[in-house]
T-cell receptor, first 115, second 112 residues
Framework: AQKITQTQPGMFVQEKEAVTLDCTYD???????LFWYKQPSSGEMIFLIY??????QNATEGRYSLNFQKARKSANLVISASQLGDSAMYFC????????????FGPGTRLSVLP | NAGVTQTPKFQVLKTGQSMTLQCAQD?????MYWYRQDPGMGLRLIYY???????DKGEVPNGYNVSRLNKREFSLRLESAAPSQTSVYFC???????????FGEGSRLTVL
């Protein structure tokens, strides 16, 4: 069964510094996708970045990058040059492409950016 | 662009009452989902629909029913609400491959 683990319930980072949010996953499917979502205090879910299991390069989207280590089954989100607006909950999620439609989410990490 | 629209945004029910959460998307997506979000547990899948006319159970389907009325609309029904169903409910739809989810704004349900 697919599973997502986020071991950091909360993180603090100083404004303008980089921060890494951890995500490990478990799957028996060889073809899968990993997704990161941001949930600000207003409650909406915002898609940030995607990494496919067969992608050879780490995904990047602006200040977001994904440190993908397939052998270790980890897909850590790196936010560079943190901004106050980055304070939010961050969820890692996975979809197995061969085993159905489900997206599985981790429990989330609450990031607080300090001025 | 409306995207994914959920109604109502807030609802208070008494134990045993029934209600339906409505969801509609205007992005022509085939797949639609209902999740619930509880503190410390992330989002858990209740039901999903891969296409019009099909629905499948997710991780926590007990106490819920769904209807995929057409390609646009996917409703979630609580037949006899229980306090354990107090939660924030999210509807989402999905693009094709790789298929990120697009979420509605959420519906906060309290069952007394």
């Amino acid at each position: 069964a697919q599973k997502i683990t986020q071991t950091q319930p909360g993180m603090f980072v100083q404004e303008k510094e980089a921060v890494t949010l951890d995500c490990t996953y478990d799957t028996s499917d060889q073809s899968y996708g990993l997704f990161w979502y941001k949930q600000p205090s207003s409650g909406e879910m915002i898609f940030l970045i995607y990494q496919g299991s067969y992608d050879e390069q780490n995904a990047t989207e602006g200040r977001y990058s994904l440190n993908f280590q397939k052998a270790r089954k980890s897909a850590n989100l790196v936010i560079s040059a943190s901004q106050l607006g980055d304070s939010a909950m961050y969820f890692c999620a996975m979809r197995e492409f061969n085993y159905g439609q489900n997206f599985v989410f981790g429990p989330g990490t609450r990031l607080s950016v300090l001025p | 662009n409306a995207g994914v629209t959920q109604t109502p945004k807030f609802q208070v029910l008494k134990t045993g009452q029934s209600m339906t959460l409505q969801c509609a998307q205007d992005m022509n997506h085939n797949s639609m989902y209902w999740y619930r979000q509880d503190p410390g547990m992330g989002l858990r899948l209740i039901y999903y629909s891969a296409s019009e006319g099909t629905t499948d159970k997710g991780e926590v389907p007990n106490g819920y029913n769904v209807s995929r009325l057409n390609k646009r609309e996917f409703s979630l029904r609580l037949e006899s609400a229980a306090p354990s169903q107090t939660s924030v409910y999210f509807c989402a739809s999905r693009t094709g491959f790789p298929g990120e989810l697009f979420f509605g704004e959420g519906s906060r349900l309290t069952v007394l």
